[in-house]
């Protein structure tokens, strides 16, 4: 994964990555870029094992440490790799302050077999960047990113899902930690998740290259230790 990432010039685009290996909480905490910065906060039902890390959907969900604010909201990713196909209304990751938010939601019950994914301006009632495709299997590598203030693109494994083009008036950050496993509503868990998971990253936005570049590391390192999807 490291290799692969270096030599196709992606490695330097990610601030945080999770690889879930060891099948421990305190290995699987740590950053793989750098792990004296983002480790995971655990909270609640949480299961460990060498296929990833599960929340119960009630009580359990992590916080990466990742404050956004800091970041540019026009240049951005977030990635999941999800194990399981199960249709529910909790989101995989999430950070939602003001009116500004990056997350997704990838196989919904209230809103049926749809996934939704944004990096933008959301205001509660209407998401002017949300982008919403259909979906009917939550299993697999699911990217957003923003490369620029006018347009943002969702992917399920290598395939572009969907794109909106709304443009951001302000490339300011959003007020909240990134949580993995619920929403992260102004700093309170919420629509808790259940599926198990093997791999998140947080960074720069990703091109269509490189993130075929990032799906090809992931889904090579999943296959190499037996827990592809």
Do not use: W
């Not at 194990?83 to 209304?89: A, F, G, L, M, V």
């Amino acid at each position: 994964f490291y290799l692969y990432c270096k030599t196709n010039g992606i490695y330097s685009l990610l601030d945080a990555f999770y690889l879930c290996v060891g099948g421990t909480s305190a290995i699987m905490s740590y950053n793989g870029k750098n792990p004296s910065l983002y480790q995971l906060i655990y909270h609640g039902g949480l299961t460990y094992s060498n296929n990833g890390i599960k929340p119960n959907g009630s009580t359990g969900y992590i916080d990466t440490q990742i404050g956004l604010y800091p970041f540019d909201i026009t240049d951005m990713h977030f990635s999941y790799y999800s194990r399981e196909n199960i249709k529910t209304d909790g989101f995989i990751g999430s950070a939602v302050a003001a009116n500004n938010s990056l997350q997704i939601y990838p196989r919904g019950d209230y809103y049926t077999d749809e996934c939704h994914g944004v990096i933008g301006v959301s205001n509660g009632t209407t998401s002017f960047n949300n982008i919403i495709a259909p979906n009917s299997d939550s299993r697999g590598l699911f990217t957003i990113t923003r490369t620029s203030d006018s347009i943002s693109k969702l992917y399920k494994n290598n395939t572009l899902i969907g794109t909106n083009t709304y443009t951001l008036s302000t490339n300011t950050g959003i007020g909240a930690n990134l949580f993995l496993g619920a929403r992260n509503l102004n700093g309170s868990p919420n629509l808790y998740d259940t599926r198990q998971f093997c791999f998140s990253s947080f960074g720069k936005g990703l091109n269509d290259t490189q993130q075929e570049h990032l799906y090809t590391a992931v889904q090579t390192l999943q296959t190499a230790l037996g827990r592809q999807v």
